[in-house]
T-cell receptor
Framework: ETGVTQTPRHLVMGMTNKKSLKCEQH?????MYWYKQSAKKPLELMFV???????ENNSVPSRFSPECPNSSHLFLHLHTLQPEDSALYLC?????????????FGPGTRLTVL | LAKTTQPISMDSYEGQEVNITCSHN???????ITWYQQFPSQGPRFIIQ???TKVTNEVASLFIPADRKSSTLSLPRVSLSDTAVYYC?????????FGAGTRLTVKP
């Protein structure tokens, strides 16, 4: 049990749908992250939040919209996605964004865009 | 950000020691070296982190030479459950960039 949960675990959506991914951490951490892992590609950092404030956006398309209402919850709102957005979306958290802070990952949401 | 290079895959047998070497020729003064393990359909899991010389924990050891241009993750007496992808990262903040990793297969 990593202390980071993600829902749903699997999601299939059409290109015109709107859906949201949810991440919750029970570790008392201040920083949270969204990563994307596509088949045959390295894990890609998408967004970083520290104390609910977004500190990094790695040129992610606007069809991905993150939301961090508090330090324990992180959402990724999805709309008008493309088939190439199909991937495993991983959430992680760490105590803060310092260099020596271990990141704890959730189990991921397997997203398929039809 | 410093780029890392590691073997794409490695095979080993149960009970053997496995050493995975990562090259990071452009590592900067403030960079740390971190290793993660990932099983299929799961998120990565932190294994070990170091800055220089040697670090050891209950899972692995990390050897870093004086020039810090490479590092070696050492897994003692691997078992079948150690079959996974192992990622070497160099990070100067928490903006971690994962490479392709090394796919380790442990055989009986």
């Amino acid at each position: 049990e990593t202390g980071v949960t993600q829902t749903p675990r699997h999601l299939v959506m059409g290109m015109t749908n709107k859906k949201s991914l949810k991440c919750e951490q029970h570790l008392g951490h201040n920083a949270m992250y969204w990563y994307k892992q596509s088949a045959k590609k390295p894990l890609e950092l998408m967004f970083v939040y520290n104390f609910k404030e977004q500190t990094e956006n790695n040129s992610v398309p606007s069809r991905f919209s993150p939301e961090c209402p508090n330090s324990s919850h992180l959402f990724l709102h999805l709309h008008t996605l493309q088939p190439e957005d199909s991937a495993l979306y991983l959430c992680a958290s760490s105590q803060d964004t310092g260099v020596d802070n271990e990141q704890f990952f959730g189990p991921g949401t397997r997203l398929t865009v039809l | 950000l410093a780029k890392t290079t590691q073997p794409i895959s490695m095979d080993s047998y149960e009970g053997q020691e496995v050493n995975i070497t990562c090259s990071h020729n452009n590592i900067a003064t403030n960079d740390y070296i971190t290793w993660y393990q990932q099983f299929p359909s799961q998120g990565p899991r932190f294994i070990i982190q170091g800055y220089k010389t040697k670090v050891t924990n209950e899972v692995a050891s990390l050897f870093i030479p004086a020039d810090r241009k490479s590092s070696t993750l050492s897994l003692p007496r691997v078992s079948l459950s150690d079959t996974a992808v192992y990622y070497c990262l160099v990070n100067d903040n928490n903006d971690m960039r994962f490479g392709a990793g090394t796919r380790l297969t442990v055989k009986p």
